[in-house]
């Protein structure tokens, strides 16, 4: 018999869903007590390969309000090839290609094993995918040739018939035409005159001519060459292209004493935003910025170019002292709402010591489901390998990303979507799914995620409808269906439908099935999603005090104690882990803005809400393993008492890979014991969380930094500031014993939050 | 074939740079679906009513040698468990980079002139000659000494597949080079790349009407300026 663990772990292999709970309360009101909201992660394109799609168009129910696909749940009557639809009850006929089966005959959809199950369809022209570089060229000489290489190597990890185009930005902004013949034209525009797409489009000539003739160019055929004189296939303009971009030059403008350089990083997104919603709507494209510096002319600026005056940080956002903030957002998401209605997403590729504007910017990757990678220089190896795995490929062969994803959820009828929190926008589409009860971005069934991948998770919220009175019957099910369609990199369109169902629970009589089935991890993630979407609107203590009261709200309803005795609380394992992560969440640099820039948090939060389960729990509670001559490595308590002399720790952040060697490792190193034969086994020791480290480094998008450090090393810190300070300079002499390090701090340990949790949990004043 | 190799990150520029890996070890980790091994976790001191406050949760079979003076060495007699396999060891290069290149130029343009002179036929005139100058521009930098033993082997190696007709290999040699030798290569490769790329297009009788031509061996005289 299969324990919940591993229930949920099938289910998240093959259908790419965590739900947080696995038993479904039945009414509405219990449900709400729950606390955690009924959630799921899911991950639209989880990478199955050992599910090979089926070449035909899926059957879809007919009553027009429905229209959910076939699936593994629906009654079937084989004789006279009737199904059933299991959301809306409506009987449909089967097309005349399925005239030939039966119960031994079954279409794939049916299977249970086929839960998940993906079609590819064909449907209109195959388009090729875009790729538009915007360029800063206010970069250092170094830094601009290390970025030069890096984009001449990329034209050779593109799909071969990917249409690519240039914009370099400085002071003013360049659109360059791409021709295989004679001297290279580009097109220049101010930097500070923000312009209209259709201006943009007029301007570089773009709008459809009025009359057949204009000048000298044949009118050009609708829709049927998809290339323009901007945007070129690789593979017939990678020489001139890479020609072109060695001949790049710093912008020339000279920056005087005391400046930043003028950069209209505004006005060059803008266009290319403008450029590819002229020729190519509805198409895969990425617009990929690459900047080295703040946005400091033109719309979008976000500060001036006085060296005197500082970017904004997090105290002058409080003291609302952030002149151009308000306004440089309103631009970006403006654009980033355009270019998601065109079904394109933008990365934003920033390499610079100080901030480049990415709180402002930051909605034009996180609406389009664009990349943000953040670094210090171009000329390192955390951005050259981040970017080239940007074009990673699958075990098939194919490339990673894909675009244009429309994300589709259908519900059985007692329960609505409430809305979702991921890298998206909303379709507005509403239906009888559609709660009115708002959780991230909800009034809507339907959501766009136009630049996927396989790792791309959605948090989905769901809201029990079914009221009180309303018995549900025994052993009843209620349904969810993910469906998604996308344009693969392959350029082939295709869609992915994932049923999934769970068992309905009385709670008033069954509350142990339903406490059983609870999945802490997902709740902890679906949680913090739910906060960090607060963070955006809310102040950090308000969010904080909210976290802090669900927390103890769920404590009360689910622990086992006598009132007002703290000692008699009791957690059962399915929540043991739960009261940690909120700790570890608390502290962590997703709700706590203290020690970062605004930009710094804007990219940690970016990277939260997307990714799948396994990785944004290591972003709330890093993972530490401890090696030693003792035995294999093993995980070890994030604490300061797992700190020891004789110990190597590695933690991974997921930000931050950090090798950590305690005070007697790191005085045998030094002494060069690894170098001598006898002492082989220490070399082996010192190796080990390198060899296990690398296995990270090697795939992880993005790559993280690498931190090799030592007891009384400064980068210790990385780690000291993460583990759990049981031990600190006020409560060291308390304990009697002197094992672990302590920690020069005066955050709560999780000891004391754990005392105070369980206070106030067991208060019959709350 | 590409290197195996993983070269320390660019400590100058980057604080923590991660360590830079080659194209080869990359490609090769990606494809494989592998499940983060490093997932476990501690439960705290449970919420039982133990008051174990004090975290002596984490095991400790023997006492923590002093860090004190004196430094006692580390055990060398114990025997450390079996660990996974790991990949590549950080500090080891491939040994084929050690060794000289043993191909001369002649060799690898002959092999590349054979290609480039089957695209004239049928490839327009410009870009042969835009390929043609940017050969000319490698083999210029292959005789003065500026590219390094493994590009020169990797550039042998992909001429010799362009011959045999492996596309596919050929141009992932390009990617590998591209990628992992970018300063060496980036002025000429994409003339390689689309060499690799309008050869395959060829109809099959010209590739085989000129089956017959250079050898690996043979010097060429053909100039194609």
């Known amino acids: ?766 | 074939m590409a290197e195996s190799y993983v070269k320390p990150g660019n400590q100058e520029k980057g604080w923590n740079d991660p360590p830079q890996f080659s194209y080869g070890l990359q490609t090769q980790a990606q494809g494989v679906q592998k499940r983060n091994f490093l997932n476990k976790r501690v439960p705290p001191p449970q919420l039982d009513g133990s008051q174990v406050s004090l975290p002596s949760g984490a095991p400790l079979p023997a006492k923590p040698l002093s860090p004190t003076l004196p430094l006692a060495p580390p055990p060398s007699t114990v025997v450390l468990p079996a660990r996974r396999l790991s990949a590549v060891d950080c500090t080891a290069l491939s040994a084929s980079t050690h060794t000289e290149c043993e191909a001369t130029i002649e060799d690898v343009m002959g092999l590349l002139d054979w290609a480039l002179t089957a695209c004239r036929t049928t490839v327009k005139r410009q870009v042969c000659d835009e390929v043609s100058k940017r050969l000319t521009l490698f083999q210029e930098m292959w005789i003065s000494g500026k590219l390094s033993s493994p590009v020169k082997k990797r550039m042998y190696y992909l001429a010799e597949e362009l011959k045999k007709q492996n596309w596919d290999s050929a141009d992932e040699t390009h990617r590998s080079l591209i990628v992992d030798y970018v300063n060496e290569v980036s002025q000429w490769m994409v003339g390689v790349k689309r060499l690799i790329a309008e050869t395959r297009n060829l109809p099959t009788e010209v590739l085989n009407a000129e089956v017959e031509g250079p050898s690996p061996k043979e010097d060429t005289t053909q100039n194609t300026q």
């Not at chain 1, 308000?326 to 065109?342: H, M």
């Not at chain 1, 329960?415 to 509403?430: E, M, T």
């Not at chain 1, 349904?479 to 996308?486: D, E, L, P, S, V």
């Not at chain 1, 170098?675 to 969380?689: C, D, G, R, S």
Request: with cysteine; aromatic share 10%.
């Open chain 1, 1 to 766: 018999m299969a324990t919940y663990q591993e229930f949920i772990q099938q289910n998240e292999d093959r259908d790419g869903v965590r739900f947080s709970w696995n038993v479904w309360p039945s009414s509405r009101l219990e449900a709400t007590r729950m606390v955690v909201p009924l959630s799921c992660l899911f991950t639209p394109m989880k990478e199955r390969p050992d599910l090979p799609p089926v070449q035909y168009e899926p059957v879809l129910c007919s009553r027009p309000t429905c229209k959910a696909v076939l699936n593994p749940l629906c009654q079937v009557d084989y004789r006279a090839k009737l199904w059933a639809c299991n959301f809306c009850f409506q009987r449909n006929p089967f097309p005349p290609a399925y005239a030939g089966i039966s119960e031994g005959n079954q279409p794939a959809e049916l299977m249970p094993q086929f839960s998940t199950i993906e079609y590819i369809v064909q449907r209109g022209p195959q388009t090729p995918l875009i790729f538009l570089y915007v360029v800063d060229i206010c970069l250092e000489e170094e830094d601009l040739q290390a970025l030069k290489e890096s984009l001449q190597m990329s034209l050779s990890l593109l799909p071969p018939n990917a249409l690519v185009g240039l914009i370099t930005f400085g002071r003013m902004v360049q659109v360059h035409e791409l021709s295989c013949e004679g001297i290279s034209k580009s097109y220049v525009f101010r930097g500070t005159k923000d312009l209209s797409a259709k201006q943009i489009q007029e301007m570089l000539g773009l709008t459809k001519p009025a009359a057949p003739i204009q000048q000298g160019r044949p009118a050009q055929p609708q829709d049927h060459s998809f290339s323009s004189r901007f945007l070129q296939p690789v593979h017939k303009i990678d020489m001139n292209l890479t020609d072109l971009l060695s001949e790049l030059q710093r912008d020339p403008w000279p920056v005087p004493q005391g400046k930043r350089p003028l950069r209209s990083t505004g006005i060059a997104l803008s266009i290319a935003v403008g450029l590819l919603e002229g020729t190519l709507p509805n198409t895969g494209a990425r617009v990929m910025l690459f900047t080295g510096g703040p946005p400091t002319q033109g719309p979008g600026m976000v500060v001036g170019d006085e060296l005197k005056t500082p970017i904004r940080s997090w105290h002058d956002i409080e003291k609302d002292n952030a002149k151009h903030l308000k306004k440089a957002t309103k631009y970006y998401e403006a654009l980033a709402s355009r270019s998601a209605v065109n079904g394109h997403c933008i990365d934003i590729y920033a390499c610079a010591l100080d901030q480049t504007g990415l709180l402002e910017m930051k909605c034009c990757s996180n609406l389009t489901g664009g990349h943000i990678v953040m670094g210090d220089s171009f000329n390192t190896s955390l951005f050259k390998q981040t970017f080239q795995r940007v074009f990673s490929k699958d075990y098939n062969g194919e490339f990673r990303m894909a675009f244009g994803g429309e994300l589709e959820v259908k519900t059985s009828r007692e329960l609505k979507i409430s809305g979702a929190i991921g890298p998206c926008v909303s379709l507005n589409a509403k239906g009888p799914c559609v709660s009115e009860t708002e959780l991230g971005l909800g009034g809507t069934s339907q959501w766009k995620i136009c630049g996927i991948n396989q790792f791309t998770t959605l948090g989905m919220y769901f809201e029990v409808v079914n009221q009180h009175n309303a018995p549900v019957p025994q052993g009843s099910r209620g349904a969810i269906q993910f469906i998604t369609q996308y344009q693969h990199s392959s350029t082939q369109k295709r869609i992915r439908v994932t049923t999934v169902a769970r068992n309905w629970a009385d709670a008033q009589s069954q509350i142990q099935h339903i406490e059983a089935a609870f999945d802490q991890e997902a709740a902890a993630v679906l949680m913090a999603r739910l906060g960090v979407f607060r963070a955006e609107s809310e102040e950090g203590p308000d969010v904080l005090r909210w976290l802090d009261r669900q927390l103890i709200r769920l404590c009360q309803k689910f622990g086992q104690f006598h009132k007002d005795d703290p000692n008699s609380f009791r957690l059962s394992e399915s929540f043991s882990l739960y009261p940690q992560f909120m700790f570890h969440l608390r502290r962590s640099p997703f709700l706590q803005v203290f020690n970062n820039s605004p930009d710094e948090s804007s990219y940690y939060r970016h990277h939260f809400v997307r990714q799948d389960l396994t990785q944004s729990l290591i972003m709330i509670q890093p993972i530490l393993y401890s090696y030693s001559f003792y035995g294999p490595p093993e995980p070890v308590l994030l604490d300061s008492s797992s700190i020891l002399p004789d110990r190597i720790l590695l933690m991974d952040t997921f930000f931050q890979l950090v090798i950590y060697h305690g005070e007697t490792i790191a005085q045998w190193r030094k002494a060069g014991y690894q170098e001598m034969t006898e002492y082989e086994n220490f070399k082996q020791l010192l190796q080990a969380p390198l060899d296990d480290a690398q296995e990270i480094l090697q795939t992880r998008f993005p790559m993280p930094r690498y931190v090799d450090t030592e007891h009384g090393g400064s980068q210790a810190r990385f780690l000291l500031s993460k583990v759990n300070p049981s031990q600190t300079h006020n409560n060291l002499y308390a304990w009697g014993q002197e094992t672990g390090a302590p920690i020069l701090t005066d955050d709560v340990s999780l000891q004391v939050f754990m005392d105070h949790l369980k206070k106030l949990a067991v208060s019959s004043a709350s």
